[in-house]
């Protein structure tokens, strides 16, 4: 449980990097969008909250989906030497994208025009997940 908790505050960390360098940068094509769309029932969410909650639900989703398709695509895994992983990786983000536009009316990425935001996202959450998993 504290291995869950620590993952999910690394990709709430990473999420919240990817959304602000691209951002910052002016790099539209790259950046996420974590603004809540508007609701009949409930007020928009603020951003903070999107991203914990997206960060929750992208620490789900590769706790417990990608194993499963990492090993249903071994194969194909090792033909293009791991590079298939990076796609595994983008797919994982468009899901938690998908599941959070349900919960919360807020896609942080469309599909296509995503593909290389989620590339970023993917990356740098790869990247604070590791850091983090050497620290604690």
Avoid: K, Y
């Avoid at 417990?64 to 090792?78: D, Y």
């Amino acid at each position: 449980m504290e291995h869950f908790i620590v993952r999910w505050a690394a990709t709430a960390v990473g999420l919240f990097i990817a959304w602000q360098i691209p951002a910052r940068l002016g790099l539209g094509i790259f950046s996420l969008d974590f603004r809540a769309g508007a609701s009949d029932v409930l007020d928009p969410v603020p951003v903070w909250a999107v991203i914990l909650v997206a960060a929750l639900i992208l620490t789900a989703v590769n706790t417990f989906v990608r194993p499963l398709v990492m090993f249903f695509t071994c194969l194909v895994n090792f033909l293009t030497l791991g590079l298939f992983s990076i796609v595994i990786n983008i797919l994982m983000v468009f899901v938690a994208s998908a599941i959070t536009d349900n919960l919360l009316h807020a896609p942080f990425i469309s599909f296509p025009s995503g593909i290389l935001a989620a590339l970023v996202a993917a990356v740098i959450v790869g990247v604070i997940n590791s850091v983090f998993d050497r620290v604690f």
